[in-house]
DNA sequence: GATTTTAAGTCAGTCATGTTGACATATTTA
DNA sequence: TAAATATGTCAACATGACTGACTTAAAATC
């Protein structure tokens, strides 16, 4: 880091430089520790030949069985197109499994098959791993404040929603 | 989420649970929050026909330059393949220079242009307005959680080198 | 000084995952 | 009955990753 120059070499009164540091640090932060928190997965994932867009879709089914495909739509945020691969696959490989809704028969409730279940739980408990072990060593007053700026983080018209979605404990 | 038990609808000693849960709440917070949180910058690139590959090279050169392609790598673990192609358009638009090392003349050194400080500029304030509503909604002690959690999410093996390359305040 | 290693670049092909746009079908709602 | 909705599908394309093979120039080593 030749080029940054250090708090103290600069004039007393920089606070803004300061701020502005931290601020960089903490974006930087976020890549690498979301980059290497995703590597665990991605290793297992490759094995499989499945990639993150399957590990997305098969998390967001598998914690809320009988999940319509607009709502996995609404969370996931990208097409009807691109999702539909994704699901497609996971049919064929038999990890998820479709039927119509009986309230409104338009709808494919999608829910993991037992092989469904195994690998994603196999993933999250690798994930969880991680993440206990960074709870952990950080305490759990560092942990609220991940989850508290993690919050802000996020889109301010989805906020509420996704943190509905997510449970009530943030 | 239907299928979510609260954690008082359980058994009273199933603080497994309880963790689980806030692990996974981690975990989804994460995605979420790094989603939305590169958004801003997505949005502004797409007007450029530029993306995330182009972003996080601009950034990294941005921030220490004269940097060196292997660094630059090492940084990213990316390929050289794919870096090269991303530096290949940043260089045709005329947003960073090389020029050969001084020690060592196979180097090609890279820094931005000012056409490429500009945009980078752009960038960086767009996404620190975002990380700085977070962490002034969120308050100090969340800001020092929120870097130690995500310190810890860095690849063992890595972190020292990460650690020291973001700077001393982590 | 000759050989090996290193830094960088390049060509070619492939894959995963996103996009737009257009359209089809079944079902529900107005 | 007509309109809106949920889903699926075809086609074409962009981005950004990958592997593998090879070249060139310069530095480091024997």
Same mark, same amino acid.
């Given at each position: 880091m030749t080029d940054l120059k250090s708090a103290? /070499? &600069? /004039?007393?009164?920089s606070l803004l430089y300061l701020r502005e540091d931290e601020l960089r640090r903490g974006i930087e932060l976020l890549f690498f520790g979301y980059r290497d928190f995703l590597s665990d997965a991605d290793a297992e994932l490759a094995t499989l030949s499945l990639g993150r867009a399957h590990h997305r879709a098969l998390h967001f089914i598998g914690r809320q069985p009988d999940l319509a495909v607009n709502e996995l739509l609404t969370i996931l945020k990208i097409t009807k197109q691109s999702l539909g691969r994704v699901l497609k696959d996971l049919l064929a490989r038999d990890l998820i499994e479709q039927r119509p809704g009986?309230?409104? &028969?338009r709808q494919r409730l999608l829910r993991l098959t037992p092989a469904g279940e195994a690998l994603h739980a196999q993933l999250l408990t690798r994930q969880r791993t991680r993440m206990a072990r960074a709870f952990r060593e950080a305490g759990p007053d560092a942990v609220a404040g991940f989850r508290k700026v993690l919050a802000g983080l996020i889109a301010e018209d989805e906020r509420a929603r996704v943190l509905a979605m997510i449970g009530a404990g943030n």
């Amino acid at each position: 880091m030749t080029d940054l120059k250090s708090a103290e /070499s &600069r /004039s007393p009164a920089s606070l803004l430089y300061l701020r502005e540091d931290e601020l960089r640090r903490g974006i930087e932060l976020l890549f690498f520790g979301y980059r290497d928190f995703l590597s665990d997965a991605d290793a297992e994932l490759a094995t499989l030949s499945l990639g993150r867009a399957h590990h997305r879709a098969l998390h967001f089914i598998g914690r809320q069985p009988d999940l319509a495909v607009n709502e996995l739509l609404t969370i996931l945020k990208i097409t009807k197109q691109s999702l539909g691969r994704v699901l497609k696959d996971l049919l064929a490989r038999d990890l998820i499994e479709q039927r119509p809704g009986r309230r409104d &028969r338009r709808q494919r409730l999608l829910r993991l098959t037992p092989a469904g279940e195994a690998l994603h739980a196999q993933l999250l408990t690798r994930q969880r791993t991680r993440m206990a072990r960074a709870f952990r060593e950080a305490g759990p007053d560092a942990v609220a404040g991940f989850r508290k700026v993690l919050a802000g983080l996020i889109a301010e018209d989805e906020r509420a929603r996704v943190l509905a979605m997510i449970g009530a404990g943030n």
